[in-house]
Structure formats: structure tokens, C-alpha cells
């Protein structure tokens, strides 16, 4: 493998949507971005999943811009106006070595896929300076399988959206209509990297997390990505099946998404995964 990721910037190729752009010279793919790396926060976060948050916080990067264009989406501050600090590889990986100090269980990359070259360039980085915490690629799930397989062996915890199991609306609400080919060819790779999510004294350390944000009137969406999962993956698949839809950005131009979910939409949801196999998460 080279020494430096940079080369994969002049041919974008990072996502699903095969762009093909030079972010080298600021030519823009669909997400926007230079080659440039661009930090959103960094610090300990107490909001994710247990199995992250622990007892002292997972310590999160968040990154600038977004290779998705979701139009509910609830952070679109950082996903689509790209508010952020230019960072470099030291920073970067300073910034992962500052977090395991202070006592996160782990490094958690938020939106890493515009970025994993640098990203990974930047965990050499510190590994070389002896990180030992887990890495957490908490994505959106619209992944390159070439990609995730650069990151074998250097990933500890996969995250990924399952956002969609229909096209139709997989184009209307994110302009991604092969996002559920891209996401379940990705979802099976990671996988097969880390096998399903081990958990020691309460702390997550190796493996897959699933996200699935339950949508309003889309029923059927929710049902065919907890199936998806359960036979195509494994039913011991942790399974977050999140119920904090609310209509953010650009979702009230959108059918049935204008509104809140309900309580009877989120449980219905929940006794679907049990139904089809589901059992860890939730």
C-alpha cells in the first residue's frame, strides 16, 4: 500500500456516487469538497449508543460535508454548508492521540467518507505514536466496497446508515437512487471485516453497529432494510432502530415526511426486527 492516501483525491472514487472528480485541484463531485480536510468538533460525546458512550464518552471527530444529499437531514449546519477548520494529518491524528488521553473509550470518525484517505493517513499517524483505543467509521452507509477494503485491519467499529430499501425514495429524499444496492454491498463487507459487535464490561471494542432511522409513512422502507439485515447479514446484528425522525432542512417539501414519527409507527418498527430475528440493539 502507497505511503500517502493523497493520490486517491485526483480520481474520486470514494463513495457511491463514483464521481470520478480531481479534489486536488477543487474540482467538486456531488459532496462539495476539496481534498481538504475540514473538522467540524472534536470532543467527547455522550449521545451515542451505550456500547460507545461507556463511562467516559466516545470521542468523537466530526467532520464537514457529506457525501449524501438528505433532505431531512437534522446536522445539515456541518452536512451541507460544510462548517469547519481546515485540519492537517498532524492535527488530525493529535487530535485522536488528545482523546484516548482524556479517557474515551474510543475515536468515533462522524461523516469520515469524504475524507478517508486523509483519515486513514492521519490513523497511521498515531498508531505510530502507540493509539490503542478502538476506531469507530460511523458513515452514512453509501460506501465504496474499494474503499472499506482499504480500511481492513485499521477499523475496529463499522457505524453505517441502512437508510433505505426502496430507489424511488431513496432518489427523492437523498439524490442516491443505487443507494440500497451501494449500502448492502457495503454492509456485507464490513461484516465480513469485523463479524457482529463484541462488547467487553458494557464498552464496545470490535465489530457491526447498524443505524436505521425509522421514516414516517414509509412502513414498508423500515421493514425490508430489518429483513435485509437479518437474513443477509446475521440476526445477531446490533440494530439501532432510531425513532428521533423530526422534519429538519428541506422535509417539508417532502411526501409524508412533514410530521414527527408516531409512537404506533416506532413499535411496529421494533416488533418487525424481533419478528424477523433481531435482537440485540433497539
Not at 29 to 57: Q, T
Not at 68 to 94: K, M, V, Y
Request: net charge negative; glycine share 8%; with cysteine.
Amino acid at each position: 500500500m502507497m505511503d500517502s492516501f493523497s493520490s486517491q483525491y485526483e480520481n474520486c472514487l470514494l463513495c457511491g456516487h463514483q464521481c470520478g472528480v480531481n479534489r486536488l485541484v477543487d474540482e467538486q463531485g456531488v459532496c462539495g469538497l476539496s481534498a481538504e480536510l475540514l473538522v467540524s468538533s472534536v470532543g467527547p460525546h455522550f449521545g451515542e449508543e451505550p456500547e460507545l458512550v461507556g463511562y467516559r464518552g466516545s470521542g468523537t471527530i466530526f467532520f464537514a460535508g457529506c457525501n449524501l444529499d438528505c433532505q431531512f437531514c437534522q446536522n445539515w449546519d456541518i452536512s451541507h454548508e460544510r462548517r469547519g477548520s481546515p485540519t492537517s494529518i498532524e492535527q488530525l491524528a493529535q487530535h485522536m492521540l488528545d482523546l484516548e488521553r482524556i479517557g474515551c473509550h474510543n475515536v468515533n470518525f462522524v461523516t469520515p467518507t469524504p475524507y478517508t484517505p486523509s483519515i486513514l493517513e492521519a490513523l497511521n499517524l498515531a498508531r505510530e505514536r502507540d493509539l490503542r483505543v478502538p476506531v469507530v467509521y460511523n458513515c452514512g452507509g453509501y460506501e465504496s466496497v474499494e474503499v472499506l477494503a482499504l480500511c481492513e485491519g485499521k477499523i475496529e467499529i463499522y457505524m453505517p446508515d441502512a437508510k433505505y430499501s426502496d430507489a424511488e425514495i431513496a432518489e427523492q429524499f437523498s439524490e442516491a437512487p443505487d443507494y440500497p444496492e451501494i449500502n448492502q454491498k457495503a454492509l456485507k463487507e464490513m461484516h465480513r471485516q469485523v463479524g457482529d459487535l463484541q462488547v467487553v464490561n458494557g464498552v464496545a471494542q470490535r465489530g457491526l453497529l447498524i443505524r436505521h432511522l425509522v421514516l414516517p409513512s414509509y412502513k414498508d422502507n423500515t421493514e425490508k432494510v430489518l429483513k435485509f439485515i437479518a437474513t443477509e447479514i446475521s440476526p445477531d446484528t446490533y440494530v439501532n432502530v432510531m425513532d428521533q425522525y423530526r422534519p429538519c432542512f428541506r422535509a417539508d417539501t417532502l411526501t409524508g415526511m412533514n410530521r414527527g414519527l408516531t409512537t404506533a409507527e416506532y413499535d411496529d418498527a421494533v416488533q418487525f426486527a424481533r419478528e424477523v430475528g433481531l435482537h440485540r440493539g433497539f
